[in-house]
């Protein structure tokens, strides 16, 4: 990744536009320890669930944040809890489990933390001996396997899964933990993404490192449909699972962080962003005694490159896309137009967020403490890039090569096999009231990688998310589900039986409250009118989650 060569133009950054806050109120009884709730439970129905809607509202996230009198320094560190709505003929019950992973077990069984995770160190056993315990800190500590991240599907199968080389696969009915599924066994990978793209035949693609004498790479996956007899067989398959591309780093002790990627019908763009991982750090960190957030860096003198890939082929462009730093964790969508590559993403410019979610920040106190961190934060907002897919030596310097009818975006050929982009802002004004969006999603079966018109989203007035957001890309105009006090989760777009329309159907989203105790209930909009159908109560306490999927046989 090459260092930016001239000064980008200064403007006003994504945090910068979104107004401060003040007053906000503590989040802390959204990230404490909860029990499970191992059988269904019913739910109180207010207003109407529509009855065509029938399967289960999975969702994942941190749920136990301590082990006896260790306790947990990131929220990303809590131990993975899996939540079911299942939604039959216009009622709704509430499970949920702690996923066995061996993080759990080990942890469960000395009750203290014995794991490192993303942000906590695991101490050494304090029953060894001195020498024992001083050489353990020369070990670089195993790979967790706590998934807690998301849901995601290969070869028919639902896995949970985090941003390691481990998965764990999962009954989506009993929500019973499986066996854990290691990349590396299957393919030269040591991690994989939650965040896996689907095509129209089944195939599964994701993303993952590898590192070695050769340098370090990130890998385009592709796992194949489910084949005839897999039904029958009760075991993780990801035979077949096979390499399509391997982007070489551009500074291989320095590789770049990513949580997701770019997948259009025939492209797949790896976005190699200025937030760093120091791999010589990585190495010396169990000696220092930081954990891993620690070695992430936000590093904006360096721009983000944009790597080009053909889905079907594997081969990667040999034009060098570009632009100023800037941040991305969620695509929203991307769809391929007369010959133009169009990408909208959830994009910020400040990339040292993600170490900033530690519990003690969560937890602050409301009022000016808890103003002072979120006013730190940075806000993602919506926003559009153009790649030109037919560069050449014929291509003029120095021009705008986008030609798409009202589009803003730019991409100018700047030296051979070099474009230099700049964006399109995919709103308005009003959205900055909310603090900007995140956790996008689509009518995905229908509209990924295809032309579409709206995404769902959550806003972020908040440190955790307070309003849910409707956006309309064409005209850029916002529906919003906002009440005072209810932090919604990720919207899930659910389409009506026979829907033609876009947005015919129905928005799931989990809503809890630190006001009062045990006032859960679950969300359903008409996507349409953004309107409150109805909600099923259930009295359970949940912590603030990630992501979660709708499984249409459940």
């Not at 009622?91 to 069984?109: A, C, Q």
């Not at 797949?268 to 992430?296: A, N, W």
């Not at 695509?331 to 010959?339: F, H, K, M, S, V």
């Amino acid at each position: 990744m090459s260092k930016t060569t001239e000064p980008q133009k200064q403007s006003l950054s994504s945090r910068q536009r979104c107004p401060q806050a003040s007053g906000l109120e503590s989040l802390a009884p959204l990230v404490r320890s909860v029990d499970e709730t191992p059988d269904p439970i019913p739910t109180t129905i207010r207003g109407t669930i529509p009855t065509w809607i029938n399967g289960s509202f999975l969702r994942n996230g941190p749920g136990k944040f301590e082990f006896g009198k260790d306790r947990y320094t990131h929220w990303f560190d809590g131990m993975a809890m899996m939540h079911r709505f299942h939604i039959c003929e216009g009622s709704v019950t509430y499970s949920s489990r702690f996923l066995r992973s061996d993080s759990y077990v080990r942890n469960s069984e000395k009750n203290r933390i014995v794991v490192s995770e993303f942000g906590t160190l695991a101490m050494p056993d304090p029953c060894k001996n001195i020498f024992a315990r001083f050489f353990s800190r020369f070990q670089i500590p195993k790979a967790t396997d706590n998934a807690s991240v998301n849901f995601v599907k290969y070869k028919g199968d639902y896995y949970v899964s985090t941003e390691t080389n481990y998965m764990r696969r999962i009954d989506p009915q009993s929500l019973e933990t499986k066996e854990k599924v290691d990349w590396s066994q299957y393919i030269a990978v040591n991690s994989a993404t939650a965040h896996p793209h689907y095509d129209r035949e089944g195939a599964t693609y994701n993303m993952g490192n590898s590192y070695g004498k050769h340098g370090f790479f990130y890998n385009i996956i592709r796992v194949p449909p489910p084949g005839d007899k897999a039904a029958a067989k009760d075991s993780a398959d990801l035979t077949g699972a096979k390499v399509l591309c391997s982007i070489r780093a551009a500074e291989p002790r320095k590789p770049s962080y990513y949580h997701s990627f770019v997948m259009s019908e025939n492209y797949i763009v790896f976005i190699e962003q200025p937030i760093k991982l120091d791999l010589l750090k990585f190495m010396l960190y169990r000696i220092q005694g930081k954990s891993f957030h620690k070695v992430m860096t936000w590093e904006p003198q360096y721009e983000t490159i944009f790597h080009l890939v053909n889905r079907h082929t594997g081969k990667e462009s040999e034009v060098k896309y570009c632009a100023a730093p800037m941040f991305t964790l969620h695509q929203i969508n991307a769809y391929e137009d007369n010959g133009f590559l169009v990408m909208d993403m959830c994009c910020g410019d400040d990339g040292e967020v993600i170490g900033d979610f530690t519990l003690e920040n969560i937890r602050r106190e409301s009022g000016e403490e808890m103003d002072k961190f979120y006013n730190t934060l940075c806000r993602n907002l919506p926003r559009r890039y153009v790649l030109p897919l037919t560069v050449d030596k014929q291509t003029p310097l120095d021009q705008n090569l986008v030609t798409l009818h009202g589009c803003k975006a730019t991409a100018k050929k700047t030296k051979p096999n070099e474009v230099h982009m700049t964006h399109e802002e995919l709103h308005d004004n009003e959205l900055l009231q909310y603090g900007g969006l995140e956790f996008p999603q689509i009518n995905y079966d229908k509209y990924n990688g295809r032309p579409y018109r709206y995404f769902y989203s959550c806003g972020f007035g908040h440190v955790f998310s307070d309003s849910l957001l409707k956006m309309d890309v064409h005209t850029k105009e916002l529906k919003v589900w906002r009440y005072p006090g209810l932090y919604p989760s990720e919207p899930v777009f659910v389409a009506s039986p026979g829907a033609t329309d876009e947005d015919d159907g129905v928005v799931l989203s989990v809503i809890i409250t630190p006001k009062e105790e045990k006032s859960t209930f679950l969300l359903v909009l008409d996507a349409k009118t953004f309107t409150e159908l109805g909600r099923a109560e259930v009295p359970v306490n949940i912590p603030y989650g990630t992501h979660g999927v709708f499984n249409e046989m459940g």
